[in-house]
């Protein structure tokens, strides 16, 4: 595991605080609630690459390493794995930085994978890289 964020040209796809209203019983931040916030990235790239809408298809290699606290800022950083004929496979980290100035740590990481889609709800072909 490395020690710092992914170095990606714009930085994070996604950053947000996590919050009270999102813990689970534990009292820790829902995990479901941080898988939200990675689709949300990933999506957000994959609809950019396929210049129009995607829908989630899969989420594989999905691992949470840490737990996230309340108020940690919460950053997913995503990159575009491979782009098919119709789908686009998206490996995102997330990290997060507690408050009070300390490092970020990652907190899970997985591989989701995205279809475009037209108008109708069918796949679609992915435009060329660059287009659209």
């Not at 800022?73 to 794995?81: H, P, Q, R």
Request: hydrophobic letters at 35%; aromatic letters at 6%; one cysteine or more.
């Amino acid at each position: 595991m490395t020690d710092k964020p992914p170095d990606i040209p714009g930085g994070a796809q996604l950053r947000t605080i996590a919050m009270p209203r999102d813990t689970n019983a534990g009292g820790s931040i829902f995990g479901g609630w941080t898988l939200s916030q990675m689709d949300l990235a990933g999506g957000t790239l994959a609809g950019e690459r396929a210049a129009g809408r995607v829908v989630t298809v899969s989420i594989d290699a999905m691992r949470f390493l840490r737990p996230v606290s309340v108020g940690d800022e919460v950053s997913c950083y995503c990159v575009i794995e491979k782009a098919g004929d119709t789908s686009i496979a998206v490996k995102i980290e997330t990290w997060a930085r507690p408050r009070g100035g300390k490092p970020a740590e990652k907190v899970t990481e997985g591989l989701f994978t995205y279809v475009a889609i037209d108008e109708d709800g069918h796949p679609r072909e992915l435009p060329e890289a660059g287009e659209g």
